[in-house]
C-alpha cells in the first residue's frame, strides 16, 4: 500500500508553483513606449530654447559605440547639442533614447559614462528642480573631472513614467515595471557646464532645464519627463 505524499514532496512541489508563478508575472506581455512614432529627438527639441541657440560644438563627451556594441544596442536615438546665449552660460545637451529598458539594455548613467573615458566623479548629489509651482523633477547632479577639463553635470532618467534618480532606484523601477508585465522606453537628458561647481553655475543649468521642459512640444514632452510629470505643466498634448 503506497503511503501519501511526503512533507518534502509537498514543500517541493509547493515550492516549484510558486516559482512558476513568480516566473509568469515576471515575464514582461506588453510594452510603454512614450516617443510619438515617427519623430526624432532632434524633431521634439527645438534648436533656440529662450534665450539660448545651437551652436556647432565638437566638444561633447559622448559614448562612441562599436558597430554591433551594447551601446548601439542601447541608445536607438541621441542628441548633442551645444546652446550659446548672450547673457547666459553655454550649456551642453545629450539625450540618449532607448525604446527598450531590460536587464541587458538599460541607460548608462553620467557616473559611468564619464568614468569610462578617463574622468573622475565628485560631489554626487539627488534633487528636485521646480519647473513650476505644480511640478518638482527628479535631478541628479556632479562633477566630472579629468586632468584637463571639469564638466559640472545636472542630468535626469525616465523609464516609462517613472524618473529614478539613481542606479539602485532604476533597478528597482525595471523590476516593479516587470511584475506590472509590461518593459518601457527609457531616456537621458544630460545638460553640463565646461566650468568648476557655483552658485552661478548650477543657476543657469537649473533655468536651461526649466526652459528645456517649457520649449518642448506639449506632444513630446511624455517623452522626457513621463505622462505624469508632463500633465503637471498645464499643457496637454494634442
Not at 85 to 97: C, N
Not at 114 to 119: D, I, T
Not at 122 to 138: F, I, Y
Request: aromatic residues 6%; glycine residues 8%.
Amino acid at each position: 500500500m503506497s503511503s501519501g505524499p511526503s512533507r518534502r514532496d509537498i514543500l517541493m512541489g509547493g515550492a516549484m508553483v510558486a516559482g512558476a508563478v513568480g516566473a509568469y508575472a515576471m515575464t514582461p506581455r506588453g510594452r510603454l513606449v512614450l516617443m510619438p512614432d515617427g519623430l526624432k529627438l532632434a524633431d521634439i527639441v527645438p534648436e533656440q530654447l529662450g534665450p539660448w541657440r545651437v551652436v556647432p560644438s565638437a566638444e561633447i563627451v559622448l559614448p562612441k559605440p562599436a558597430k554591433g556594441s551594447l551601446a548601439e544596442r542601447l541608445y536607438g536615438d541621441q542628441l548633442a547639442r551645444l546652446y550659446e546665449a548672450d547673457s547666459a552660460m553655454p550649456i551642453f545637451l545629450v539625450m540618449a533614447y532607448g525604446k527598450i529598458q531590460n536587464d541587458s539594455l538599460q541607460l548608462h548613467r553620467p557616473e559611468v559614462c564619464y568614468s569610462a573615458v578617463g574622468y573622475s566623479i565628485e560631489n554626487v548629489r539627488s534633487g528636485e528642480l521646480a519647473v513650476n509651482s505644480a511640478l518638482r523633477l527628479p535631478v541628479r547632479d556632479l562633477v566630472a573631472r579629468s586632468e584637463s577639463r571639469v564638466e559640472t553635470i545636472v542630468y535626469w532618467t525616465r523609464i516609462g513614467d517613472d524618473l529614478p534618480t539613481s542606479g539602485t532606484e532604476q533597478r528597482i523601477v525595471k523590476l516593479h515595471q516587470q511584475w506590472d508585465g509590461y518593459i518601457a522606453d527609457g531616456i537621458l537628458v544630460r545638460m553640463s557646464v565646461p566650468a568648476e561647481p557655483s552658485p552661478e553655475v548650477l543657476a543657469n543649468l537649473s533655468d536651461f532645464a526649466r526652459t528645456l521642459v517649457a520649449g518642448v512640444k506639449p506632444a513630446g514632452l511624455p517623452a522626457l519627463i513621463g505622462r505624469r510629470l508632463a500633465a503637471r505643466t498645464g499643457v496637454q498634448a494634442a
